[in-house]
Structures are given as C-alpha cells and as structure tokens.
C-alpha cells in the first residue's frame, strides 16, 4: 500500500528533477521539446509529497508511445491517457513512488494550466504556506487513501489554478 506523506521541503529535489531530466532527454532525443519540473516539489519551501512531478512538452504523444520499453528499463510504467484525454502519464517506484511525467503535445492547455499553478504558487508564498498546511492536514486524515487525499484538495487545486491561469494570460 502507498503510503501517503507530506514531508518538509528538500532542497535536493531541484537536484533529482536536473538528473532525470538529462535522463530523459538523453533517452528520448528530439521527443520533449521542453521538460519542466512542477508540482510541489518544485517550489521551493513548500512541503510535498517526495515524488518529483515532471511535465514534458512534446512534439507527439504517438512518438512518444514509441519509447515506452525504454523508459520501462529506466524504472517508468507507462499507463497512458490515465483519466486525461491527450496526456501521457508514467509513474516510477511502484508503491514507494518517486516520479511522474505527465507528457502533452505542444499547444495542450494542460501545460498552461501545470506551470500557471507552480509559478503562481512561486510567486505568493502565502498561498503556498496555505496550501502546505491543506495537504498536511488532509494526509494526515485520509489513512493512506491517495484517491481521497486527491480528491479533498481538488476544489483548493482548482481555484487557486483558475487564479494562475487568469494571472498568467493578463501578463502576456
């Protein structure tokens, strides 16, 4: 059963998204057109689950299935779409987790909506503090249920990303 723990940030998690990032770039050549390290692991300060989330833009998806058997000798399990219409998600660890790429084509709003939240989240601390405390106190309810942990902060999720997105389209 996966254990589910929001832990203090660790400021050698930058350092694992780096060295699987070379990994994957190394492996999958011209495929990502960028590879960003998101989620909660990525803003600094913010308690996380210890699982480094990496979101991958890439030029397809279909050529992006191609390398499913070399990213499963490098630890990934591929499980396709999994609930999201045009994404690619792998997971590595198994139960004792500690990566997910999440992969869209150029142009999916999916990325937008990832680095809003992770870059919104950079720049107010004060709600990264909120939400750190949210996801302590629902892991600390939800007896290891990673559906419902998910679930009791979705809402939160949401709105704060609704605020990112809109914030990031009236900068540009």
């Known amino acids: 059963m996966r254990k589910v723990e929001v832990v203090p ?8 998204f780096e060295k699987e990032r070379k990994l994957l770039q190394d492996i999958l050549g011209d495929i990502p057109v960028a590879i ?3 989620g ?4 600094p ?14 030029t397809s998806v279909n050529a992006l299935d191609g390398f499913n058997d070399e990213l499963s000798a490098v630890g ?22 500690t990566h997910h790429i999440h992969a869209f084509k150029s142009g999916d709003f999916n990325l937008t909506r ?5 870059d919104y989240l950079r720049r107010h601390p004060d709600v ?3 939400y750190a405390a949210l996801k302590m106190e629902i892991a600390a309810a939800c007896n290891n249920d990673i559906y419902r ?13 609704a605020r990112a997105v809109e914030e990031m389209t009236s900068e540009k």
């Not at 940030?9 to 694992?16: A, D, K, M, R, T």
């Not at 300060?45 to 890439?58: F, N, Q, R, S, T």
């Not at 942990?149 to 990303?161: H, S, T």
Request: hydrophobic content about 35%.
């Open 45 to 58: 300060g913010l308690a996380a689950k210890p699982i480094i989330d990496i979101l991958m833009e890439v």
């Open 76 to 97: 990934y399990e591929a499980r396709g779409e999994f609930g999201i219409p045009g994404r690619r998600y792998f997971k590595k660890g198994g139960d004792e987790r």
């Open 36 to 38: 960003h390290h998101i």
């Open 40 to 43: 909660s692991t990525a803003v």
């Open 114 to 118: 990832h680095l809003a939240f992770r």
């Open 9 to 16: 940030y660790n400021p050698s998690w930058p350092v694992l």
């Open 149 to 161: 942990y998910c679930e009791e902060k979705d809402a939160y999720v949401k709105r704060v990303e």
């Open 128 to 130: 990264a503090s909120e």
